[in-house]
């Protein structure tokens, strides 16, 4: 009975976990930036604010040693709560994680900064679905690097 209560608590956690791509549309409105997809699928169809700001190299992308070695090229990696976090996190890269409103424990309840990696900037939803407001926080920090300048 636990553990079927664990999974049913996993599933809903991985639902509101995620987002489309076309909640992240802000983002590709920051001029200066250079997207690169670490999906290791095929974004399509391409969503119209990523045409042309999006660079997808999924077929790039045959195993997790692709993926850090793409990730170890990147400034910055911005995601949601995956294996991708986790990787750039433990690689020593900056990494901003979108976190829904009841994130899992290991993001602590409160706070903008991970304990388990020192780069990593924590960026949560104040209120459940509220991706609009982690997309625009991260937006206005994303134009204020100066690489985006």
């Not at 294996?83 to 890269?93: D, E, P, R, S, W």
């Not at 982690?134 to 204020?144: D, G, N």
């Amino acid at each position: 009975m636990a553990d079927t209560l664990f999974r049913l608590d996993s599933s809903r956690r991985a639902a509101k976990k995620s987002m489309a791509l076309e909640a992240m549309a802000p983002l590709a409105a920051v001029e200066g930036v250079q997207f690169i997809s670490i999906l290791n699928w095929k974004i399509a169809p391409m969503p119209k604010a990523f045409a042309g700001r999006l660079l997808d190299v999924s077929t790039d992308l045959k195993s997790l040693d692709d993926t850090a070695a793409l990730i170890g090229e990147l400034d910055l990696v911005i995601t949601v709560d995956t294996a991708v976090a986790h990787l750039a996190g433990a690689m020593g890269k900056r990494v901003w994680l979108l976190l829904h409103d009841f994130a899992d424990c290991r993001w602590s309840i409160k706070g903008d900064r991970s304990y388990w990696y020192r780069d990593m900037r924590l960026i949560r939803q104040t209120a459940p679905g509220d991706w609009a407001g982690v997309i625009a926080k991260a937006a206005r920090s994303l134009r204020a690097l100066p690489a985006a300048k």
